[in-house]
């Protein structure tokens, strides 16, 4: 197995999101809409060990409430990408925090150091050559992942309108699948899984399927709520 290179750095959800113009565009999320149905059962298969979820309506009231108590969320996480064209999956580690309302920091440190963050509609991104701000108002791609970022830490993962969703469950998880209802989106993306911590109804772990046959996961570990985290971890100035 070669080492990582430059070319393999690990790259935030959506820094693959605009690959065509060769930019740091976007965190490779989009949001979500309440259009909940009943569930085939060839739908279900794809997903052993859950089950369609009964109520999805009482656990969108469930998330709420549970987003209500928490003000920041701070946690380490892994990342796994696997290429449609390699057999090797690139792996990375960092660290991620948030805070009320749609601030959003994620720190890469391994095998290379990227930072990216979203504070109320503007972006910072940083790798180990360069850092940028761009005001996320400009691109439409940004402002669906910051708010699917910001929906899925406060409580508000099934109220957007730019997904539609399906949701599952096991004992450990909710399973809230979704599919990008926008072209822009949807040329990327088959569908984005997110899987919610049915023990404090937090965000446990992304994943994302792309019509090329990628695939990334990124998975949240020693979650630490209401910490007190200083306005300068989310400085984009």
Known sequence: ???PTLKDRPRPFAANCSRSRGAWAAMRLGALHLSLTVVSVSGFAQ???YRPVAHPDQLNNELSLAAEKITTIKSNFTQEKNLSMLA???????????KRADKIRLEYVKPFRYLMIL?????LSRDEQKENRIPSQANR???????LLADGMQGRILSNADFTSRVFENEKYYLIELSPKSRTLGDIYKNINI???????????MEMLERNGDKTVMKFLQKELNADLPEELFAVH
């Not at 504070?119 to 972006?123: F, H, I, K, T, Y």
């Not at 791609?141 to 708010?147: G, K, T």
């Open 1 to 3: 197995m070669r080492s």
């Open 47 to 49: 997903y052993p060990g």
């Open 88 to 98: 090797e999956k690139i792996n990375s580690e960092g660290k991620f925090w948030f």
């Open 119 to 123: 504070n109320q509609g503007r972006m």
């Open 141 to 147: 791609i940004v402002r669906q992942v910051n708010r």
């Open 195 to 205: 899987f919610v911590d049915r023990k404090d109804f937090t965000v446990g772990a």
